[in-house]
């Protein structure tokens, strides 16, 4: 399985970036699909998620201000980052779920500053 993330960039506070995640290779049974994020310093950590199914979990960091989104047909997640803040700023990896097994995509920088 393979991920190619996309969508990252500079953006300054308050603003919005959406980031996209493309799987491809051997899917036949994603549990689900979700993104992370890791600061300077600090550990990954889950930003949202989306099973199979369409229910999500949000960190409570981005509750009301990010959306996660998928499009089963084109295997590809979709994170829609409004209001953002500088605490933000990370590299964001995108993970897919597949019968227990778990594949991470690169990772796409987005800072957000004035």
């Known amino acids: 399985v393979q991920l190619q993330a996309s969508g990252g960039g500079l953006v300054q506070p308050g603003g919005s970036l959406r980031l996209s995640c493309a799987a491809s290779?051997?899917?036949?049974?994603?549990?689900?699909m979700g993104w992370y994020r890791q600061a300077p310093g600090k550990q990954r950590e889950l930003v949202a998620i989306?099973?199979?199914?369409?229910?999500?979990n949000y960190a409570d960091s981005v509750k009301g201000r990010f959306t996660i989104s998928r499009d089963n047909a084109k295997n590809t997640v979709y994170l829609q980052m409004n209001n953002l803040k500088s605490e933000d700023t990370a590299v964001y990896y995108c993970n897919l779920v597949q019968r227990g097994a778990g594949f991470w995509g690169q990772g796409t920088q987005v800072t957000v500053s004035s």
């Open positions: 989306i099973f199979t199914g369409g229910r999500t």
């Open positions: 290779g051997s899917i036949f049974s994603i549990n689900g």
